[in-house]
T-cell receptor
Framework: GESVGLHLPTLSVQEGDNSIINCAYS??????FIWYKQESGKGPQFIID?????DKRQGQRVTVLLNKTVKHLSLQIAATQPGDSAVYFC???????????FGAGTRLFVKA | NAGVTQTPKFRVLKTGQSMTLLCAQD?????MYWYRQDPGMGLRLIHY???????AKGEVPDGYNVSRLKKQNFLLGLESAAPSQTSVYFC???????????????FGAGSRLTVL
C-alpha cells in the first residue's frame, strides 16, 4: 500500500500488480501536465503528458487521469515490473507555458 | 547526439567560494532550465531562459546567477557558496512548441555540489 515516509511518499507493489501514483497540483490555471520517472543517479525522463481539455490519456502500460475539479492527477502503471522502480514526479506548466513546476515525487518499489 | 551535458558532475566547495556549472545542449532547443534537487524532494526551479540573451527567475533564484550567451549553453553561477546550496543540480532544455505543443523537458545527468 501507500505510505508516507520520512521524505518521499512510498508505494510498494508486487511485480505484476498494477500501480497507482497520485499527485495534487496547485494552480487551477495550469493547462498541461507531465509525468516524469527518475531512476537513481539519473535525471528525470518523460513518461506521459496530458492537456487540461482531456481527462484520460493512455500510453504503453501507463495511463494518466486528470480530475480538474479537485486538481488531482494519477499515473497508473499496468503489470508493474522491477524496472519500474524509481521516483515518479508529476509536473505542471504555468506562467504561459515557460515554467515547469514539479511536485514532491513518489518512490515506487517493485517487489519481485 | 549527446542531448544535455552538464559539467562538472561532482564538486566540493568551501563556504564563500564561487563556481560555475555549465550546461550544454545539442538539440537546438530554445528553452533551458536549472533545477536543484535536495534529498528526498522534488525539483525546484532556480532560473530559466527562453532564448539566447534572456533569463528569468524561477522558484528559488536567490544566491544564483545565470547567463545564456549562446543558444546551446546555459551557465549557473554561485558567487559565494553557502552550505544551504549543497544539492544536486539538473539542467534541462526543450523546444518551443507553442502554447498547444508538448512541453517535454530533456534533462542532463545532474551535478552534485557539496558546500562545506
Amino acid at each position: 500500500g501507500e505510505s508516507v515516509g520520512l521524505h518521499l511518499p512510498t508505494l510498494s507493489v508486487q511485480e505484476g500488480d498494477n500501480s497507482i501514483i497520485n499527485c495534487a497540483y496547485s494552480n487551477s490555471a495550469s493547462d498541461y501536465f507531465i509525468w516524469y520517472k527518475q531512476e537513481s543517479g539519473k535525471g528525470p525522463q518523460f513518461i506521459i503528458d496530458i492537456r487540461s481539455n482531456m481527462d484520460k490519456r493512455q500510453g504503453q502500460r501507463v495511463t494518466v487521469l486528470l480530475n480538474k475539479t479537485v486538481k488531482h492527477l494519477s499515473l497508473q502503471i499496468a503489470a508493474t515490473q522491477p524496472g519500474d522502480s524509481a521516483v515518479y514526479f508529476c509536473a505542471e506548466n504555468m506562467g504561459g507555458g515557460f515554467k515547469t513546476i514539479f511536485g514532491a515525487g513518489t518512490r515506487l518499489f517493485v517487489k519481485a | 547526439n549527446a542531448g544535455v551535458t552538464q559539467t562538472p558532475k561532482f564538486r566540493v566547495l568551501k563556504t564563500g567560494q564561487s563556481m560555475t556549472l555549465l550546461c550544454a545542449q545539442d538539440m537546438n532547443h530554445e528553452y533551458m532550465y536549472w533545477y536543484r534537487q535536495d534529498p528526498g524532494m522534488g525539483l525546484r526551479l532556480i532560473h530559466y531562459s527562453v532564448g539566447e540573451g534572456t533569463t528569468a527567475k524561477g522558484e528559488v533564484p536567490d544566491g544564483y546567477n545565470v547567463s545564456r550567451l549562446k543558444k546551446q549553453n546555459f551557465l549557473l553561477g554561485l558567487e559565494s557558496a553557502a552550505p544551504s546550496q549543497t544539492s544536486v543540480y539538473f539542467c534541462a532544455s526543450r523546444r518551443d512548441t507553442g502554447v498547444s505543443g508538448a512541453n517535454v523537458l530533456t534533462f542532463g545527468a545532474g551535478s552534485r555540489l557539496t558546500v562545506l
